[in-house]
């Protein structure tokens, strides 16, 4: 399904009902849209799927509606939930969801057919955009090169050159399936939603950006950004995918990323060329209105250093047994694990 997770189905989708299937988290990574990277962070599949099983949790505590029905652990075919998992000494990998249907998107003309997409949906589909959730805004947040200040009620003329916290968490939306995503106004996402009302989405997402954000603090934790994807199912929007990782969210802790924000700068510092090629590359696709802009890359992605992969493991770990307030993992504290990243 993805670069850094597998995708079983046990139960396919169909027009009228749910189907039932896995996501599988394996210890791959990406940056930069670029799909899987030449190393793996050991474990870093079952720190996701612990965090994120953990998060859904949550939500269905705080009667958020999702598609989690729990969690496998290796050999075993039964569906547990977390707690009973972590009991067994073993983190899991294997989260079950319900499914539901992921029609074509046609890309003709330069251009994606979301007409088309719906009308393979019925009322049964992944709704295909992102919603944004920011509670704060960064120095490099793209943010500041998309709007002004004013434009979210803030009291600046212009970005102030340090971070931004906001009062009031910045919900926006952008595509989920195009080759490279972009941002949208409100009314083109009122589109592409379909029959998914974008409000309820807002709703759901200022929902799940405060749950995971008292989470984290209770970790110390900041929760800086993420994002939510959803189904629509006979009338009801639910939260889908995986939800408040280390992947998809944006955490720091006493200034220092815990994310995987941590190794995309570390790319930006060590292999700029390639960083700078794939930039080149979305562009002139942009411009040619071609959607793999990858094949117009002129340069690839390097290895990492085993030292560096060492300590983008134990960040995942570490934060992961903060969060969720346990010893999942083997692994230094946050203190340690945050002091060797920065050193990065």
């Given at each position: 399904?993805?670069?850094v ?15 039932r299937?896995?996501f ?10 670029w799909?899987?990277?030449?190393d793996?962070i050991?474990?870093?599949g ?8 953990y998060?859904?949790?949550l939500?269905?505590?705080n009667?958020?509606p999702t ?7 290796p050999?075993?075919d039964?569906?547990?939930d977390l707690?009973?998992a ?5 983190a899991?990998?294997?989260?079950v ?15 994606y057919?979301?007409d088309?997409y ?6 049964n589909?992944?709704i ?7 509670n704060?805004v960064g120095v490099?947040?793209s943010?500041?090169s998309?709007?002004e200040?004013?434009?979210?009620g803030l009291d600046?003329?212009?970005w ?10 910045i919900?926006?939306?952008s595509?989920?399936y195009?080759?490279?995503d ?13 029959t ?10 200022r929902?799940?950006?405060h ?9 110390d934790?900041?929760?800086?950004d993420g994002?939510?994807e ?5 009338g ?9 990782t ?7 802790y006493?200034g220092?990323?815990v994310?995987k924000?941590v ?7 060590t292999?700029?060329?390639w ?14 209105g ?5 094949s117009l890359c002129?340069?690839?992605p390097?290895?990492?250093?085993e030292?560096?992969i060492?300590v ?11 969060y969720?307030g346990g010893s999942?993992?083997d692994?230094p504290s946050l203190?340690?694990?945050v002091?060797a990243a920065?050193?990065?």
């Amino acid at each position: 399904m993805t670069s850094v997770k597998d995708f079983r189905v046990d139960e396919p989708a169909t027009a009228e009902e749910l189907g039932r299937g896995a996501f599988v988290f394996t210890d791959d990574y990406s940056v930069f849209d670029w799909g899987k990277m030449p190393d793996q962070i050991p474990d870093k599949g079952a720190s996701l799927c612990t965090m994120g099983a953990y998060n859904f949790q949550l939500l269905e505590e705080n009667h958020v509606p999702t598609h989690y029905e729990g969690v496998r652990l290796p050999g075993n075919d039964e569906v547990v939930d977390l707690g009973e998992a972590l009991s067994a000494d073993a983190a899991p990998e294997e989260m079950v969801i319900e499914l539901t249907q992921v029609p074509d998107l046609p890309f003709e003309g330069g251009r994606y057919d979301y007409d088309a997409y719906h009308r393979g949906a019925n009322e049964n589909y992944l709704i295909p955009l992102e919603i944004v959730f920011r509670n704060r805004v960064g120095v490099g947040s793209s943010l500041r090169s998309r709007t002004e200040p004013a434009d979210h009620g803030l009291d600046y003329d212009t970005w102030p050159e340090e971070v931004v916290d906001l009062d009031r968490p910045i919900v926006e939306f952008s595509t989920k399936y195009e080759e490279q995503d972009r941002y949208l106004d409100r009314e083109a996402a009122d589109r592409i939603a379909g029959t998914a009302d974008i409000d309820r989405l807002e709703e759901l997402a200022r929902a799940v950006n405060h749950i995971v954000t008292q989470q984290a603090a209770e970790a110390d934790l900041v929760h800086e950004d993420g994002k939510i994807e959803c189904l629509y199912y006979d009338g009801e929007i639910r939260v889908a995918d995986v939800v408040g990782t280390f992947d998809e969210n944006r955490f720091s802790y006493e200034g220092q990323q815990v994310s995987k924000e941590v190794i995309r700068q570390y790319h930006k510092r060590t292999q700029p060329e390639w960083v700078a090629a794939v930039s080149d590359a979305k562009q002139q696709a942009d411009t040619d209105g071609v959607a793999d802009w990858k094949s117009l890359c002129a340069e690839s992605p390097q290895p990492l250093d085993e030292n560096v992969i060492q300590v983008a493991r134990d960040l995942y770990c570490a934060g992961t047994n903060a969060y969720v307030g346990g010893s999942v993992f083997d692994a230094p504290s946050l203190d340690e694990a945050v002091s060797a990243a920065s050193e990065l």
